[in-house]
C-alpha cells in the first residue's frame, strides 16, 4: 500500500480506535431499558443483589443488558467495579457496535496497535475477557465469534 492510500485509508478496528467507535455508540448505552429486575442469565434469575454493590453504587440505574454484562465478565475471570464500570460497558457495547456495523470480525478488532491478536495476559485478557462478555450480553447472536478470542 502505497503513502496516499495510507493516508486516505479508514482507520484499523484496533484497541486505539475503540475510543472512536465508543463515541459512535454513547447513544445505545443511554437507550438500554432500564429495569429493577434483571433479566435471565445463564439460566438462573438473578437479582440487582447479583451486582456487587460498589457496581450498583456507581450505575443505580443499571440496564438489565448491563447487569447481565457484569455477570458474564465476572463468570470470565474480570472483575467489574463501580471505577470501572462505565469503560468496561463501554468496551461491551464498542465491540458490539463493531461486529453489527463494522463488518468485520472479533478477532480483527481485538488486536494490538501492531494489528497482532491481543495477548492472555495482563490489560490485554482483560480487554478479550470484556468483549467476550460483552458480545454475549448485548449481541449474543455474535456469540459463535467469540472462540476467535482464544481465550485461556
Known amino acids: 500500500m502505497d503513502a496516499l492510500t495510507r493516508a486516505f485509508a479508514p482507520p484499523p478496528y484496533a484497541v486505539a ?40 453504587s456507581a450505575r443505580p440505574s443499571i440496564s438489565a443488558e448491563e447487569a447481565q454484562f457484569v455477570l458474564a465478565a465476572e463468570k470470565l475471570g474480570v472483575s467489574v467495579t463501580g471505577a470501572s464500570v462505565a469503560d468496561d460497558i463501554e468496551t461491551g457495547t464498542t465491540t458490539c457496535w463493531a461486529l453489527r456495523n463494522g463488518g468485520v470480525q472479533l478477532r480483527e478488532i481485538a488486536v494490538d496497535d501492531a494489528s497482532k491478536p491481543l495477548a492472555n495476559t495482563g490489560d490485554a485478557l482483560r480487554t478479550k475477557q470484556l468483549m467476550a462478555a460483552g458480545v454475549q450480553a448485548f449481541c449474543p447472536d455474535y456469540d459463535d465469534q467469540v472462540a476467535q478470542l482464544k481465550l485461556p
Request: hydrophobic share 50%; proline share 5%.
Open 17 to 56: 480506535s475503540r475510543r472512536a467507535l465508543r463515541a459512535r455508540v454513547a447513544g445505545v448505552a443511554g437507550a438500554l431499558l432500564i429495569t429493577g429486575a434483571l433479566a435471565a442469565c445463564g439460566g438462573s434469575d438473578p437479582t440487582i443483589d447479583d451486582v456487587p454493590s460498589d457496581v450498583v
